[in-house]
């Protein structure tokens, strides 16, 4: 068996895993072509000549280039691969799917915390989720993670949130300023906010964490996904 699996071999740069959903150097975010869309009831923003992809949860999503070149932006999140990632649970350092990673339908999410404070029931979260042996990879040679600690739960349900991205001014397509909690001059704008989400260009998909169960023994959850993965492969699924 060749198969490598649901879990792929991490990017490494520098001794230091390169999480799929971060942007590279080469994949600059070029001047976005804004334009407004009129429709019998309603008029809203757009990409010029949007395609299909560009447009989804009734929002545009930021273009950008999918290359992976240069070096990589740690920090950075990219919009299409955060999407990716998030429409997909596909785990946000190898990008990988992690859905038939266990034994039950739950994800396993991982956050870098200051202060230790653990991943609570109801919280929203742009980052997605993760296999449990990727997540031991990034623990240890992460340096937010390394540093600063870091936090993990087991989540039940995974329900779309709204999104976090650039809010326009509808009259003349000005970016307005970002949230003062926004160091990226974005905004989290919810689905249910439809006037808001009319002028908003997204960068990435908001989630809610439901049913959330803290996990620190990241070397059983390991164990437990070899021998899930395991048990489907010989199961020939
Ligand atoms: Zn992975």
């Known amino acids: 068996m060749t198969d490598t699996g649901p879990i792929r071999p991490a990017q490494y740069r520098d001794g230091t895993p390169v ?7 080469k994949e ?9 869309v009129h429709r019998p009831w309603t008029t809203f923003l757009g990409l010029r000549d949007e395609t299909e992809v560009e447009r989804q949860f ?23 691969r955060q999407r990716q990632a998030m429409n997909r649970m596909l785990c946000q350092l190898c990008g ?11 994800a396993l999410f991982l956050a870098a915390g ?9 919280e929203r979260t742009e980052s997605p ?29 995974t329900p779309v949130w709204g999104v976090t991205g650039h809010v326009y001014d509808p009259l003349t397509l000005d970016r307005l ?5 926004h160091r990226d001059g974005m905004h989290r704008v919810p689905f249910t906010d439809t006037p808001r989400l009319r002028w908003t260009l997204a ?35």
Do not use: Y
């Open 114 to 122: 200051a202060d230790g404070h653990p991943l609570l029931n109801g």
């Open 129 to 157: 989720p993760v296999h449990a042996a990727c997540a031991r990879l990034a623990v240890e040679h992460c340096p937010p993670l390394r540093h600063r600690g870091w936090t993990a739960a087991l989540v039940r349900h």
């Open 203 to 237: 960068a990435r998909l908001v989630i809610t964490l439901e049913g959330v169960v803290p996990v620190t023994d990241l070397d059983a959850l390991a164990d437990e996904e070899t021998e899930a993965i395991r048990a489907r492969s010989e199961a020939g699924d």
């Open 58 to 80: 009734g929002v545009s999503w930021m273009r950008m280039p999918a290359t992976r070149g240069g070096r990589p932006q740690h920090g950075h999140i990219h919009a299409l």
């Open 19 to 25: 999480p799929f959903i971060t942007a590279w150097s």
């Open 177 to 181: 300023p970002g949230a003062p909690q």
């Open 96 to 106: 990988g799917p992690t859905v038939g990673t266990r034994k039950d339908e739950w």
């Open 28 to 36: 600059e975010i070029p001047a976005q072509e804004l334009v407004k």
